[in-house]
Each structure stands twice: as structure tokens, then as C-alpha cells.
């Protein structure tokens, strides 16, 4: 057998599957197009593990027995169509790392709110006393993890490109949030592709696997209807009164699991909005699964401090309020932003387009936005979409720009939301990154 594995990317992904792989004593090497961050050197260095940096050399790749390849790189990307066309399997993280632990998973996936749910359950598991570790999309890499560490349980949030690596992985309790489009761009533009893409987190669930899923979401209800889940389908709505999962019934939340049944106020809950409503429901589901105590949950759901970047208050100066949402990186996300704001706003919106479809936010901003601030390289579409309903549309080339913008054109009482709608990578490192500066800019004020 070949022990030869090489890691494409030497991110956070790519580094912490480097130091499992050295562990396991895989003969490993590292390859990344750009420049490693001084971390990550570091931690390679540190661990004897033998890298290239600005460049991908071929023959030290394609003669691996294994590649894992870093989520931010696409599936059509020139050397993994070369590895993949020799017969080199090529996996992700997730897949490499879950072979050795046996630890119990919680995996979480949907296009929103991903981030605060796996947060969220992380909190509630952490809180009951439970030997949990945070991985995946969110915190330290799953690997570096299963190297380092020897938790219990995980709670992992996945991305649609971390699943698109996933072959033989199942997670114990696997959790759909919904599916709205987003990353178009790396699925050929059909929709179809993302959706399946999502549904890899149910393909070897088994009977005594537990599926989370949300009942209002169509294109998930449409999805279950012509595939098989063979797991427990635990459903999860706003909409319905299930018998058997978790819903919303006169400000009440309601979740029952097996003969346990816990209700809470929405009132108490301390993640606010519809949208949240979901991402508290289906990290109760999971605790009613794990048999966490009924008081432990519903004390932890009021007790939650919410995710950064995620409708996070910044400051109000000079009776206008500052919230930054950077990591509303598609549409959906942002429509559930807007939504949730009860004042006039000056929204600050752009950054790099993943072929969005802004129709679906003209109510919204034809009602609640009194002028944007466009903060990206190119901003045609979001002139396009709106400059019918908004009167004030301003282009700006940085945080502090589109923040002292913001400012001049508000008013006591209005709120300057930055909910950009798409990825950050003209003007930014990433969406904490943009996050950052536009809480510094606020503070320079």
C-alpha cells in the first residue's frame, strides 16, 4: 500500500490533517499555490512535516496513495482533475480525520445559520458536563483535533465543500438547517448540484442514525420525497405542529423526543428572530437525543452569547446603532438580516457576487432601507437590482469609507447594517476580516 499522503492547501484544514496523518506515520507532505500563513509554518515545521509553499509540484503529488484536498479548493481545479483522472483518491478532512476517533459526532450543515446552531449545541453539550470538542468550519480543524486532543464528542460544522470530500464518513446525528442557493459559482450555476452537495451529509446514515431536518424548507421536503434517508428523521418547523421533532406554537417552543418533552418561551430564548428560532430548535432536538437534562437545555438557550459577525451590535453613536453581520455572505442570509430590523436602515452591501439573485430582498429593502452603501470592486448588480426603489446608492473602496458614508447619511434612531450578501475576498483576507474593520471604523467615529 502506498503510505504516501499529500494535503493540497495549508490552511487550517490542510495543517491540522498534516499533523493526524504525521501522527498516524504516514510519509506526508504539503502543497500550497500561495503563501503559508506563519502559523501554520510553524506548526508544520514543529512537527517535521515536509512543505512547498507558491507553487504545486506534480511529480511530489501524483504519486500519493492519498490527497486531501483543503475545502477552498475547487473540485475542477487542474491538479485535482490530474490526481483524480490517475485513479488518486482524493478526500476531505473531515473523511481522513474520522477514521481515527470514535468519538460520537454531531454534524451540521445547511446554507444559514450553521455556525450559531453547531455554536449553539457545542454550548448546551459543553454545559451538561459532556468531553466535547468544536470542529469543523468553526474553531480548531477536526483533525488536529483527533491528533491532539480526546474528546467524547464532537460537534462539527461542514460546509457543502467539505461534504463533496466526504465518501464513507457518518455522523452520529446529522443536522439540515436549509437549502438556499449560495456557492453557484463552484456548482456550475445549477442549483441541483449544491443541493446534492448537502444531502452527501445523509448518504450513509443508517437506522441507528438520527437526521435533524427543517419541515419549511421546500427544497429539503421536495429533496426527501424522492430520496431514501435511512435514518431517524427527526423534523423541526415553524409552520406545522409535529408530533414528533420540535415546533413553535403560540410563542412557545416545543420539542419532543422519544417520550421527553421540554417547552420554552420564545421569549426566554436568547437568540432572537425567526431565523434563530430554527438554530434553537434543532440544537434542543439534538440535546433531547443526548439526554441532557430539560433544565440544562433551556437554561443554556437563554444563557447563549450568539456567534461574531453573525447581527452582532456593535455600537450606537449618536442615537445610530451599528450592526455588523459580515457573515451574511449570501442572500438568504441577509434577507433573514433585514427582516429581523424594526428601524429605518443604511444598509452596507457588496463584495465579491457568487452569481446572486437579489430579487427576493426588493420588499424588504423597498420597505426598510433608505439608502445602501455598496462596499466591493465591482457593484453593477446591486445598482441594477435596486436603484428603482432606493434613491441613495454610494460606492466605497474600504470599511472606513463605507462606514463614515453610513454615518453622514443616517439620522437618531436609524441603524447602519452591514449584511454584505457576498464573499469578501475583493477587499478582504475573509468575513472576519471585513467584520474587524468595520467595528474598528465604527469605533474611529
Not at 465543500?161 to 466526504?166: E, M, P, T, V, Y
Not at 432601507?369 to 460606492?395: M, P
Amino acid at each position: 500500500m502506498n503510505n504516501r499522503v499529500v494535503i493540497l492547501g495549508a490552511g487550517e484544514s490542510g495543517t491540522g490533517s498534516a499533523v493526524l496523518a504525521k501522527k498516524q506515520g504516514f510519509d506526508v507532505f504539503v502543497t500550497d499555490q500561495g503563501f503559508v500563513k506563519s502559523t501554520y509554518k510553524d506548526m508544520l515545521e514543529n512537527h517535521h512535516i515536509t512543505y512547498e509553499e507558491g507553487a504545486h509540484t506534480e511529480n511530489e503529488i501524483l504519486n500519493a496513495g492519498e490527497i486531501i484536498k483543503s475545502p477552498g479548493i475547487p473540485e475542477d481545479a487542474e491538479i485535482v482533475v490530474k490526481a483524480r483522472n490517475q485513479g488518486i483518491p482524493v478526500i476531505s478532512e473531515i473523511e481522513f480525520a474520522s477514521r481515527f476517533t470514535g468519538a460520537y459526532t454531531i454534524c451540521i450543515t445547511g446554507s444559514n445559520g450553521k455556525t450559531t446552531t453547531t455554536k449553539l449545541a457545542h454550548f448546551i453539550l459543553k454545559n451538561a458536563g459532556l468531553n466535547v470538542g468544536l470542529a469543523g468550519n468553526v474553531g480548531n480543524s477536526f483533525a488536529y483535533q483527533v491528533a491532539n486532543a480526546d474528546y467524547d464528542y464532537y460537534v462539527v460544522e461542514l460546509s457543502s465543500f467539505q461534504l463533496d470530500g466526504i465518501f464513507h464518513f457518518c455522523p452520529d446525528i446529522a443536522v439540515l438547517l436549509n437549502i438556499t442557493p449560495d456557492h453557484l459559482d463552484r456548482y456550475g450555476h445549477q442549483l441541483q448540484n449544491y443541493v446534492d452537495s448537502k444531502f452527501r451529509i445523509t448518504m450513509n446514515l443508517g437506522s441507528e442514525n438520527l437526521f435533524i431536518y427543517n419541515a419549511d424548507d421546500e427544497i429539503i421536503q421536495k429533496e426527501l420525497d424522492k430520496r431514501d434517508v435511512a435514518a431517524e428523521q427527526v423534523p423541526f418547523s415553524h409552520n406545522l405542529a409535529v408530533e414528533y421533532g420540535a415546533f413553535i406554537k403560540n410563542e412557545t417552543m416545543h420539542v419532543t423526543y422519544k417520550k421527553n418533552e421540554l417547552t420554552m418561551s420564545i421569549h426566554d430564548l436568547a437568540l432572537k428572530g425567526k431565523h434563530n428560532a430554527y438554530n434553537s430548535m434543532a440544537a434542543a432536538i439534538t440535546a433531547q437525543a443526548l439526554n441532557i437534562r430539560k433544565d440544562s437545555i433551556r437554561k443554556s438557550l437563554a444563557n447563549f452569547q450568539g456567534v461574531e459577525h453573525r447581527l452582532e451590535h456593535v455600537l450606537q453613536v449618536h442615537g445610530i446603532e451599528f450592526i455588523n453581520d459580515s457573515k451574511a455572505t449570501n442572500v438568504n442570509s441577509t434577507w433573514y438580516a433585514l427582516e429581523s430590523m424594526r428601524t429605518n436602515l443604511i444598509w452596507i452591501a457588496g463584495g465579491l457576487d457568487k452569481g446572486n439573485d437579489y430579487s427576493t430582498l426588493r420588499d424588504l429593502v423597498a420597505r426598510k432601507v433608505k439608502a445602501i452603501v455598496c462596499l466591493g470592486v465591482d457593484n453593477t448588480k446591486i445598482h441594477d437590482a435596486f436603484q428603482d426603489i432606493v434613491g441613495t446608492i454610494v460606492d466605497t473602496q474600504s470599511a472606513e469609507e463605507a462606514v463614515r458614508t453610513a454615518y453622514y447619511l443616517g439620522k437618531k434612531g436609524d441603524t447602519v447594517l452591514l449584511s454584505p450578501a457576498c464573499a469578501s475576498f475583493d477587499l478582504f483576507e475573509n468575513y472576519e476580516d471585513r467584520g474587524d474593520q468595520f467595528k474598528q471604523a465604527v469605533r474611529n467615529l
